[in-house]
C-alpha cells in the first residue's frame, strides 16, 4: 500500500512539472478545441500577443478566427498521416504593431482517428522577417545597380562602336584596294607585293596541276544564246572556284571554256596532288548532277576534260598596269596534253601523280600518253576514294580519317 502511495505521489508530481512547463514557456502556447477555437493561453502568449484571452474575445481582432479558417481549410484526412502542421502568418498586437508569427499545430487525439484537441506552439519571427525583408530590399538595390552598371556598359560600348565606325571609315578606302588585288593575286602574292612594291618568281619542285576544259563550250554556243551561256558558264566557273579553295587549291586562270588550276603554289605543301585530286572529284560530281537537270531541262550538258600533272613549275607576277599571277614549266604543259587526249567525262592523272596519291585512290590505268618528244607516260583514271577514307558511297567526300591523314602531311 506504502508502495502504491509512493508511486502515485511521483506521477502527481511529474504532471504538476509538465503542468508548469506550458506555463512557464517563453514561445506562445495555445490550446484548441476540435473547431479551432482557443480555449487556454500562457503567460507568453498575452506578452506576444498583449491581450488577455478575455481581452482578445472581447476585441474587434479576434485571432482564433485564423484558427478556425486554416482548419476548415485542411484536409480532414491531413492528420491522419501528419503529426502537425506549420504557417505563418501576421497579427496585430494591442499596441497596433504587426506581428509575425510563426505557428505548429499539433492534434491530440483520443485514439488514432479523432482529434480532440490542438496544442498550437507560436514563435515571434518579426525580426527574422525584418532580416530577410533587408536581405530583399540589399538584392533589389544591387540589381538596381547592376541595371546602371549595365547601362553604363552600353553607353561605353556605343562610344567604343562609335569609335570603331570611325576607324572602319577611315580604313575603307584601302580595303577596296586591296580587295581587289586579292582576287587577282593570290593572297600570298598579294601580302609580298603590299610590303615591297614586287614578286620575286618562284622555283617549285612539286606542285600539281588541273587542267580542265569545256570540250563542247563553243558548240553550244550555237543552241544556246550566248548571254544565257556566259551566265551558264560564269555560275559552273564559280562552283569550281569554290570547290578549290575548299582544298587549298589555287585558281590560276581561265580562257574561253579552258580552266587551270595547281596545288602546292604559292604556299608549298606535300598534300597537293591529293587535293588537286579531292578537287577534281568533287567537280565532277558537281558537273553530273548539273547535267542530269539540264538533260530534264532538254539542254546541252557540259562535257569536261581532266588532265592532272605533277611536277616542277616557275610561279610569278607578270605584267605593269594589269597584274596576273601565272605558272610556266613542262608540268603545265604536260597536265594541258593529258587533257586534250584523253575522253570526256573521265578523270585522268599522270603516273607521277599516281605514285603520290595510290594510297587512297581507286583508279585503273589506262592508255599511254605520247609527249611531242617521242617520250611515253603511264596514264591512270581516277575512280573514286577508297572505301575507308571515303564519307559517301560514290567516293566523292574524304571522311575525317583521310582528312587527319591530310592535315599530317
Known amino acids: ?98 506581428v509575425w508569427i510563426q505557428s505548429t499545430l499539433t492534434p491530440i487525439k483520443v485514439n488514432s482517428d ?15 522577417k525584418e532580416i530577410e525583408d533587408e536581405l530583399v530590399q540589399r538584392w533589389e538595390n544591387t540589381q538596381t545597380l547592376t541595371e546602371h552598371l549595365e547601362s553604363v556598359k552600353d553607353y561605353i560600348e556605343e562610344q567604343i562602336k562609335e569609335l570603331s565606325a570611325q576607324k572602319r571609315a577611315l580604313e575603307i578606302a584601302k580595303e577596296k584596294s586591296e580587295d581587289v588585288l586579292n582576287k587577282v593575286l593570290p593572297y600570298e602574292v598579294a601580302i609580298q607585293l603590299k610590303k615591297k612594291g614586287y614578286a620575286s618568281p618562284r622555283h617549285y ?26 551566265q551558264q558558264l560564269h555560275e559552273v566557273l564559280v562552283g569550281f572556284d569554290n570547290i578549290l579553295e575548299q ?58 576534260g581532266f588532265g592532272i600533272h605533277t611536277g ?42 599516281y605514285q603520290e596519291i595510290e594510297p587512297y585512290f581507286e583508279a585503273k590505268p589506262s592508255e599511254k600518253l605520247v609527249l611531242g618528244s617521242a617520250e611515253e607516260i603511264k596514264l591512270f583514271e581516277i575512280i573514286k576514294i577508297k572505301d575507308k577514307f571515303a564519307s559517301d558511297a560514290k567516293g566523292i567526300k574524304p571522311n575525317k580519317d583521310f582528312t587527319h591523314i591530310l592535315s599530317k602531311l
Open 1 to 98: 500500500m506504502t508502495n502504491k502511495i509512493e508511486i502515485d505521489k511521483r506521477k502527481l508530481q511529474e504532471l504538476e512539472l509538465l503542468a508548469t512547463i506550458p506555463i512557464s514557456a517563453g514561445n506562445s502556447i495555445l490550446i484548441l478545441d476540435k473547431n479551432g477555437n482557443i480555449e487556454w493561453v500562457n503567460s507568453a502568449f498575452e506578452q506576444l500577443y498583449g491581450y488577455t484571452i478575455s481581452e482578445l474575445d472581447s476585441s474587434e481582432t479576434n485571432d482564433s478566427s485564423d484558427f478556425i479558417k486554416i482548419l476548415n481549410e485542411t484536409d480532414k484526412n491531413f492528420f491522419k498521416n501528419n503529426a502537425s502542421f506549420s504557417f505563418s502568418r501576421t497579427i496585430l498586437n494591442k499596441n497596433g504593431v504587426t
Open 114 to 128: 479523432v482529434v480532440e484537441r490542438f496544442i498550437v506552439i507560436e514563435t515571434d519571427i518579426t525580426q527574422q
Open 205 to 230: 619542285k612539286k606542285v600539281t596541276i588541273l587542267n580542265i576544259n569545256i570540250r563542247n563550250f563553243f558548240k553550244m554556243t550555237h543552241d544556246i544564246p550566248i548571254e544565257n551561256l556566259v
Open 247 to 304: 582544298h587549298y587549291v589555287e585558281k590560276i586562270k581561265t580562257v574561253g571554256g579552258s580552266y587551270l588550276g595547281a596545288g602546292g603554289v604559292p604556299l608549298r605543301n606535300r598534300s597537293n596532288p591529293i587535293d588537286v585530286v579531292l578537287s577534281a572529284l568533287e567537280i565532277l560530281g558537281n558537273i553530273t548532277s548539273v547535267n542530269e537537270m539540264r538533260k530534264s531541262a532538254d539542254t546541252p550538258k557540259f562535257e569536261l
Open 312 to 353: 616542277k613549275v616557275i610561279a610569278g607576277v607578270v605584267g605593269k598596269t594589269k597584274l596576273t599571277y601565272d605558272i610556266w614549266g613542262d608540268t603545265v604543259n604536260i597536265a594541258s596534253t593529258i587533257e586534250h587526249n584523253v575522253p570526256a567525262n573521265g578523270i585522268f592523272i599522270s603516273e607521277a601523280t
